[in-house]
C-alpha cells in the first residue's frame, strides 16, 4: 500500500469515526428532548384532569346554591352568576320527557 492510500485510508475512517460521534450525541440529544415532552404531556394533562375537576365542582355547587343564600352570594362575589335551572318536563306518569332538561 502507497503512502497516498494509506493517508486516504486513515483519514476516511478518521471522518467515519466523527460522523459516528456526532450522530451519537444528536441520539442523546433526541432522547433528553423526548423525555422532557414525556413530562410536558403528563403536566398538560394533570392539567386538563384539575380543570374538568374544577367545572364539575363549580356546577355541582352552583346546583347546591339554589337552597344555600351563602353559597350563592360566595359564588356571585367571585364572579359567578348563579340562575335557577328550568324545572324537567315531566309526563303524567311523573317520569322527566327525553330531552328535557336534567
Not at 494509506?6 to 432522547?31: D, E, H, K, M, P
Not at 392539567?47 to 356546577?59: D, H
Given at each position: 500500500?502507497?503512502?497516498?492510500?494509506?493517508?486516504?485510508t486513515?483519514?476516511?475512517?478518521?471522518?467515519?469515526?466523527a460522523?459516528?460521534?456526532?450522530?451519537?450525541i444528536?441520539?442523546?440529544?433526541?432522547?433528553?428532548?423526548q423525555?422532557?415532552?414525556?413530562r410536558?404531556?403528563?403536566?398538560?394533562?394533570?392539567?386538563?384532569?384539575?380543570?374538568?375537576?374544577?367545572?364539575?365542582?363549580?356546577?355541582d355547587?352552583?346546583?347546591?346554591?339554589?337552597?344555600?343564600?351563602?353559597l350563592?352570594?360566595l359564588?356571585?362575589a367571585?364572579?359567578?352568576?348563579?340562575?335557577?335551572?328550568?324545572?324537567?318536563?315531566?309526563?303524567?306518569?311523573?317520569?322527566?320527557?327525553?330531552?328535557a332538561?336534567k
Amino acid at each position: 500500500m502507497k503512502k497516498w492510500q494509506f493517508t486516504t485510508t486513515v483519514g476516511l475512517g478518521c471522518i467515519c469515526l466523527a460522523i459516528t460521534i456526532v450522530l451519537l450525541i444528536f441520539i442523546r440529544s433526541n432522547q433528553f428532548q423526548q423525555m422532557e415532552l414525556q413530562r410536558q404531556e403528563e403536566s398538560i394533562r394533570a392539567g386538563g384532569m384539575s380543570q374538568q375537576i374544577g367545572s364539575n365542582l363549580l356546577r355541582d355547587m352552583a346546583n347546591g346554591a339554589g337552597k344555600n343564600a351563602n353559597l350563592r352570594e360566595l359564588l356571585k362575589a367571585n364572579g359567578f352568576n348563579v340562575t335557577a335551572a328550568p324545572p324537567a318536563e315531566e309526563d303524567r306518569n311523573g317520569v322527566a320527557k327525553k330531552g328535557a332538561a336534567k
